[in-house]
Structure formats: C-alpha cells, structure tokens
C-alpha cells in the first residue's frame, strides 16, 4: 500500500486548501517514520528549492529514505542548470506561438515589430496550464523536469521564443485565482490525497491498469476491465485504470498491468520502465515488451533456440537479391511484414514477383528490415495464452471470409474479424501447448499470448504477443470470472514475495 505526503514549510502555507492528515510541515517530515514496507510518495511543496534550503533537504531526506519525491534533487539540481532548459522553441505547435507572440505584443503594446525582445512569464501546476495552447508546453517541461509548481519565463529573441529561466514556485506565491487552478491540478495528478484513510485500508495492494479510452482495438474490452476490477477486489486489490497523463502517479501503486497495446517507441514502454525502476510488479515487463515487439528479433530467437516457426528470412533494405531470396527459399505466394506490426497490420501477401516487389518497396519505407516468410495457410490460428509459464487459456482465432489473415483492414478504417472458437487448455494437441511454453520460456514469465498454426503434425510458431487479447466473451468464455481471477492472483503472489523483501 502507498501514502502520499505533501510536505510545506508551514502550516499556514496550506490554510486555502481542504485540510488533510497526509499534509505535514516540514519539520514533522523530519520526525517522520514509515514502516519498512510502506512506499511513501512525497510531494514538495517548500517555499525555496535552493541548495541547502528546506526544499532542498526535504527532497534530500526523501530520497534518503527511499521515498518517492517531486522534485527529486537531480530536478533540483538540473533547474538551477540554465543550460539544460535554454531550449529553442520553434517546433512547438503554431497556436503555442501564436499564444506567446500575442501575450508578449500586449505586455508591450505598439510594437509591431516582431524582431523586438519579449518576454512572457508563466506558472505551470504538475504539467497543467490556465491557457489551453501552453498545455503541451507544460505536460512536456513537466516530463522533463517534474516540479509541481514552476515558473517558467519565456524570451523571444531574433524571432524565436527560448526559456530564459525556469524555477520552482510554492503555494504561498500564488494568487487566489492560481490557487484555484492549483489545487485542481493536484487533485488531477494525485487524487489520492483526499481520500479518507479509512477508504485508503480496504486494500492490501493498489493496482495500476493502464488503458487508452480512446483505443480502437485494446486488448481488454471494457467488460474484461471490469471483470479485473472485480476479481481483484476480491482479493483485496485495488484495481484502478490509469491513462498515459497519469505517469507520474506510478509510484502510488504496488503494480502496473498494461491493457492497452505497447510498443517501444510508445508512453507503454516508458510506463514498464519507470514501474520496474519503481520497484513494482509489472506486466507487461520493458524486457517482454522488448523482446516481443520487434519480429526480427523474435524470429531470430525462435530460429536460434529451434522453436518450430515457419520458413522465415530476415531481409535487408540494401539487399539487392532480396526477392531472388525470397522466391528460392521460401517460394511463391509468400509473406512480408513490417517488425512491428500489430493485429495484421503491416503484413502483405505477395502472390507473383511482381507484387513481391512492389510489397518490399512499401514496407522498406518503414524499416530498413524486414520479415519474409513461407505462406503456411491455415483455417484458424491458435492463441495460446500463458501466464508465469503455465497455458491459462486457449482459442482458435478463425480467418475472415475469403480472406487468409484473421484481421482485414478496409479502406475505409473498418476493420473486420474472423470467428473464434475458446476451449479448455487440456482439449489442445500437446505439441500446440508445448510450442507455446517452450517459445515463452525465451521471453520471460509474464502474460502472453502465442499465435501457432497447426497442420496435422507440423506446428509452427507464427509470434509471441506481450500483450495478448483478454476480452469479455472471447478467451474467458470457457473459464468465466476465473481466468480474471488467474491473473490477479499472479499480481497478488508476485507483490507479496516483493513486500516481503
């Protein structure tokens, strides 16, 4: 379980705000104790951050006793750094510009000429803005350099707007209408704080998932969320769905278990990282995501530990005989694909040489490597999923209608799906599942989902998926409420063995 502490140098400095036992001056922070296993997370709200002030020590102590903080006194120190954050800001969205061109022409009316020096002066509060076109400035100071509250002076100079300073802020210099703004980003960033304690107790261990509302094809719907929630509580778990705005609540929870679809080049990856830096029980972990994203390198692997997988090469944007290649070894119709699609994406089908061409000339545009493999056509894929190296779950996922992939994008952004069929593991051929086990084992001990294709005795692993499909209806239908319960009981085993460290 996680306590949020907000520390300020005095009492009073807190007197417009709802009132909170998790508020304590600084010098109680001095005197306080947590037990060994509570993770405690710290906000700083102290007048001055200056080294050797009460900010500075505050954040010092905190990191001293394994606390949680913001800032943390690396931000501290880069904030007194004027060359970190003298930043050119030319690439900022236009409005953003416009934003600052306009408030700096006002702060000096008359002067049109825009080689003229301006400055325009801020407060940003947890990455939020009072000014709709700054907030990408602020959530992206506010990544960079976390601080709760800071002030941030913009100059133009030459026609280009640069940060000429940046420093940390405390309630106690705020205005009526910015403590207002104030307080609402602090309750954005870490509602926990007016939480009652009583409520806070209930559970034993808090739970991030992390989702996209907005996410076309997630890999829980919202009825498996919600059967998540349920099985956790049972368990005495906490299940709350968090959002990519919400990175720096992570430390607030004991876990992270990632339902929305991850990537490397993705806040998904970023989110693993900082949760395992954390110290958290996380699925799924950076090293799956890692290994489990990129097809070359899972092709490679699989190839490597022979795991049977369809005849593959691994092509090169340079290669000039590539289609001879691939028509020798792997024959004609074949498939290519881009290694780092998702749900069919990025895959072609060549039938001739000259759609072979024309397919590596598209997907060579994307990557500078790509995958080509033998046509192994099936009329379903297994989906295998396997959790800390056991089968929980399994499904033959159906091709669409007259198409050969289970997945069919239309131009018109409709996407359309082939039928499924769920059954309990001990149904599936043994060399399906130990396919599947053996292919995990490479990967890690986390939640995946492995795609097989099965043609009498032949079995051949297609990927490996980090963060494979749990939907309402579909892979829990054979198991119901208990594959939900599987997998909090995973989180809650893995979090206790951490508590107990």
């Not at 951050?49 to 006793?65: F, I, K, Q, W």
């Not at 297994?382 to 994008?409: E, S």
């Amino acid at each position: 379980m996680s306590r949020l502490l907000i520390v300020v140098d005095r009492a009073k400095d807190w007197a417009p705000y709802y009132p909170s036992e998790d508020v304590l001056t600084f010098d109680q922070y001095l005197q306080f104790t947590a037990p060994a296993s509570a993770r405690v997370r710290v906000i700083n709200l102290c007048q001055s951050a200056r080294y050797l002030s009460r900010g500075y020590y505050c954040s010092l102590l905190a990191e001293a006793r394994g606390h949680n903080v913001v800032p943390s006194v690396t931000t501290l120190n880069d904030l007194s750094r004027k060359g970190l954050f003298s930043l050119e800001l030319e690439e900022l969205d236009a409005s953003v510009l416009e934003w600052l061109d306009a408030a700096g022409a006002a702060l000096k009316p008359g002067e049109d000429d825009r080689d003229a020096t301006h400055e325009v002066s801020i407060r940003t509060y947890f990455g939020q803005a009072e000014h709709a076109a700054l907030k990408p400035v602020a959530r992206a100071l506010f990544d960079r350099f976390p601080c709760p509250i800071l002030e941030v002076v913009f100059k133009r100079r030459n026609k280009a707007w640069q940060i000429e300073s940046m420093k940390p802020a405390s309630p106690a210099d705020l205005s009526d209408t910015e403590q207002d703004a104030f307080a609402a980003a602090l309750d954005r960033f870490s509602s926990i704080v007016w939480r009652k304690p009583r409520s806070r107790r209930r559970y034993r261990f808090d739970l991030a998932m992390l989702v996209n509302p907005e996410e076309k094809l997630p890999p829980s719907d919202a009825d498996a969320l919600e059967c998540f929630e349920k099985a956790g509580k049972k368990l005495g778990i906490n299940v709350e769905r968090i959002t990519k705005r919400d990175y720096m609540r992570l430390p607030e929870y004991d876990g992270l278990f990632i339902r929305e679809t991850t990537a490397i080049d993705h806040h998904t990856y970023r989110f693993a990282r900082k949760a395992e830096a954390e110290g958290m029980v996380v699925i799924d972990d950076p090293v799956s995501i890692l290994r489990c994203t990129n097809k070359v390198f899972l092709a490679d692997l699989l190839k490597n530990n022979k795991i049977p997988t369809p005849k593959t090469l691994i092509l090169s944007k340079d290669q000039k005989d590539a289609v001879a290649q691939v028509i020798e070894h792997l024959g004609l119709p074949a498939v290519v694909k881009i290694p780092d699609g998702a749900f069919s994406r990025g895959v072609i089908r060549a039938e001739n040489e000259k759609e072979l061409r024309e397919a590596l000339k598209t997907l060579f545009k994307q990557s500078a490597l790509v995958l080509a493999q033998e046509y192994f056509y099936t009329d379903y894929d297994w989906r295998i999923g396997v959790l800390g190296g056991r089968a929980i779950f399994a499904c033959k996922y159906y091709m669409v209608k007259d198409h050969w992939q289970i997945y069919q994008h239309g131009a018109d952004q409709k996407v359309d799906s082939g039928g499924f069929e769920t059954l309990p593991t001990y149904e599936v051929p043994r060399n399906v599942i130990q396919a599947a086990l053996n292919s995990t084992r490479l990967i890690g001990n986390g939640l995946y989902g492995v795609d097989i294709k099965q043609a009498g005795n032949r079995v051949a692993v297609i990927e490996v998926n980090d963060n494979p499909n749990v939907d309402g209806d579909v892979e829990d239908r054979f198991l119901g409420g208990e594959l939900y319960t599987l997998i909090m009981q995973e989180f809650l085993t893995r979090m206790e063995e951490k508590r107990r460290k």
